[in-house]
């Protein structure tokens, strides 16, 4: 099983800054993603992305506000542009070989003030 | 991929079996369940899934309909430690979008 690692874990920003969340993966993955929990809530699928090319955004989601990058098989941020209260949420990577079972990071706990 | 339905809470003693259900009526031959758990503060954990045939690991049992439109999950023994929000999802593991779409799921309290 893939272990991924998660920085920052938690943070504290003010509204109308942005915050790059970055996911790393202890071994190569076919597939990574950037999910979003908002309180009490499920999670929901902000993008695929993509190594080498643009991430894929679920319907809701635009690159402007969740700008993504890949660099390699390991490795991937998501970025939280021009931050408001509504930002507020756990926002969590996931990594998966290809047909095998997806692993998750601990989630990145993100506060907007 | 197919949309999957469980019951939004359910309760379970401390040593007994916990059996979760899930249905997912529109399922199709070629895609697989999978189960998930999230325990508060931490992030998705995998579970078990399964195609047609039942399964089985350390951690539980997986119980699939001969029509595959609906199956259960089993904690054999529950624990404190089991109480967590668990997750159905249908989807086509060989996908190359192999994306999970979560659902709201069961949140399930083991009670002493």
């Known amino acids: 099983s893939a272990v991924i690692s998660q920085k920052p874990s938690r943070d504290i920003c003010q509204r109308g800054t942005s915050l790059t969340i970055q996911c790393q993966v202890d071994?190569?993955?076919?597939?990574m993603f950037w999910y979003r929990q908002q309180p009490g809530q499920s999670l929901t699928l902000i993008a695929t992305?993509?190594?080498?090319?643009?991430?894929?955004?679920e319907s809701g989601f635009v690159i402007d506000k969740f700008p993504i990058s890949r660099p390699n098989l390991t490795f991937s941020t998501l970025t939280v542009s021009n931050m408001s209260p509504e930002d507020s949420s756990i926002y969590l990577c996931?990594?998966?070989?290809?047909?095998?079972?997806?692993?998750f990071g601990q989630g990145t706990r993100l506060t907007v003030v | 991929d197919a949309k999957t339905t469980q019951p939004p809470s359910m309760d379970c003693a401390e040593g007994r079996a916990a059996n979760l259900p899930c249905n997912h009526s529109t399922i199709s031959g070629n895609e697989y369940v999978y189960w998930y758990r999230q325990i508060h503060s931490q992030g998705p954990q995998y579970i078990i899934h399964g195609l047609k045939n039942n399964e089985t690991n350390e951690m539980a049992s997986l119980i699939i309909t001969e029509d595959r439109k609906s199956s259960t999950l089993i904690l054999p023994h529950a624990t404190l430690r089991d109480t967590a929000v668990y997750y159905c999802i249908v989807f086509l593991g060989s996908s190359n979008t192999g994306k999970l779409i979560f659902g709201q799921g069961t949140t399930l309290q083991v009670k002493p």
């Open positions: 071994s190569q993955v076919t597939m």
């Open positions: 996931s990594a998966r070989q290809f047909t095998e079972e997806a692993f």
């Open positions: 992305a993509n190594q080498g090319s643009e991430a894929t955004y």
